[in-house]
């Protein structure tokens, strides 16, 4: 188990936040205000558009559970109760789940089912006949030789529960369902059940079946997807993810780290993490590679290589997200610093900024002990000028008094004010 103190502060900036321990201010901190008590109880109406409250299969209750930092979302659904932490999950899960919904529509027409039919008994003749027809059968189903057998050897000899069976790869049936996923606006490694078991179904009928993408959304008009809140580069690292299989893409991503001046233990056990699927993985290291210029980048990558479980893999791609875009849209940065383990940036003037991706963010004392902490920190860096927060959400009125009167300069709805709405 990896040690605690490697994610101090991104802990307590993260989903993993655990219940505060006090409501009574500390000594120290008598002339700030009050700590606020947790849990906090929200409205889901009045923290997410309403476009995506209900869909044709989940209902998102009412109240939402607010642990000082992040949204705690329930959902009712088809395919029982789901518990969604962060909006911006909110926003894929839902999207996925309207993506289920068209799914299950096809299903249902005449051309889905005979295309499943045709494609009952077609990955058997298929592997067979990359045994009696190697040559012919490869050149139907793949682009190039040396990828291809890359690929089929990735897929038999990998542990990495991502990595595509070789059956899946010989026949194209991985590469449909990445197609496929793409098209609806998902992630085809998705951890979401329901969602992986149709994606599958619909690309059997794909590969043989001859229902492409365009065809399967020719059956059913109704409009897929939700209002996803993504960066510039995104689209392009999501088409990567389309075109490359998982493979691939760690070669890809391994030159990119190189170039970045990862070392290559530490570039070895990021891609080696099994927490990140292709795409978390590619979507992180697609942003750092654009923050060009920016020293240190290799700071970030040590903590996401050690990164305990897929929520802080989440939380990692999201700041990653956000600090490319903050060096693009807002400021200069100079470099990636580490203060305890977590990665901030600093500018080219001085200033180290704390970029979070976080709902709502209330005065808590687990709030005050890391800033309190952190403060102490930076105060101590080289070229340290001052310091400022920027929240993709919102930041409380009295949270944000007590943040100032730290020191701290405050920002808030990074993710609104910077990031494209895509469907």
């Known amino acids: ?35 606020q008590k947790l849990p906090i109880t929200l409205n889901a109406s009045e923290q997410v558009p309403k476009n995506i409250l209900t869909g044709p299969n989940y209902r998102i209750e009412a109240n939402v559970i607010n642990d000082g930092l992040i949204d705690i979302y329930r959902l009712t659904t088809d395919y029982g109760p789901l518990k969604v932490e962060s909006t911006s999950l909110l926003r894929e899960r839902t999207n996925e789940l309207k993506a289920l919904s068209h799914m299950e529509a096809v299903e249902q ?38 990828s291809w057998f890359k690929d089929i050897g990735n897929a038999i000899t990998s542990d990495d529960p991502n990595q595509e069976g070789a059956i899946s790869a010989a026949i194209g049936y991985a590469a449909a369902k990445r197609k496929m ?14 969602v992986q078991d149709k994606l599958n179904n619909i690309a059997r009928a794909s590969v043989v079946g001859g229902l492409t993408p365009k065809v399967a959304f020719g059956l059913i008009k109704t409009p897929v997807g939700t209002v996803l809140q993504v960066t510039d580069n995104a689209e392009t690292m999501r088409q990567l993810v389309r075109d490359k ?3 691939e893409l760690d070669e890809i991503n391994n030159k990119k780290l190189n170039a970045m001046g990862v070392e290559e233990s530490t570039a070895k056990e990021f891609l080696k993490n099994p927490y990140f699927d292709p795409q978390e993985e590619t979507l992180l290291v697609g942003e750092l590679e654009a923050m060009k210029n920016v020293k240190d980048r290799k700071n970030f990558i040590k903590m996401a290589a050690v990164a305990p479980d897929y929520k802080i893999v989440r939380y990692l791609r999201e700041r990653a997200q956000m600090m490319a875009v903050y060096n693009e849209k807002v400021a200069p940065v100079d470099r990636v610093v580490a203060v305890q383990g977590v990665p901030l940036l600093q500018r080219k003037d001085g200033v180290i900024v704390l970029l979070a991706p976080l709902d709502h963010v209330f ?10 902490k952190g403060s102490e920190i930076l105060n101590q860096l080289p ?41």
């Open 181 to 194: 996923a793409y098209e609806y606006g998902i992630n085809p490694y998705t951890r979401y059940e329901p």
């Open 1 to 35: 188990m990896q040690n605690r103190t490697i994610f101090g502060l991104m802990q307590i900036l993260s989903v993993t936040l655990v219940l505060i321990i006090g409501e009574i201010l500390p000594a120290d901190a008598k002339d700030l205000p009050e700590f």
């Open 363 to 372: 005065w808590t004392h687990h709030v005050w002990l890391t800033l309190k």
């Open 383 to 423: 070229g340290f000028s001052g310091k400022e927060v920027w929240i993709s959400g919102a930041i409380d009125p009295i949270a944000r008094k007590a943040l100032e009167m730290e020191g701290w300069k405050v920002k808030e709805d990074f993710a609104s004010t910077f990031l494209t709405e895509k469907k």
């Open 245 to 247: 299989s998982p493979a």
């Open 109 to 146: 027409t005449d051309t889905f089912a005979k295309a499943l039919e045709k494609g009952a008994t077609a990955p058997i003749a298929m592997a067979k006949g990359l045994v009696t027809h190697p040559v012919d059968t490869v050149s139907g189903i793949a682009s190039g030789v040396g």
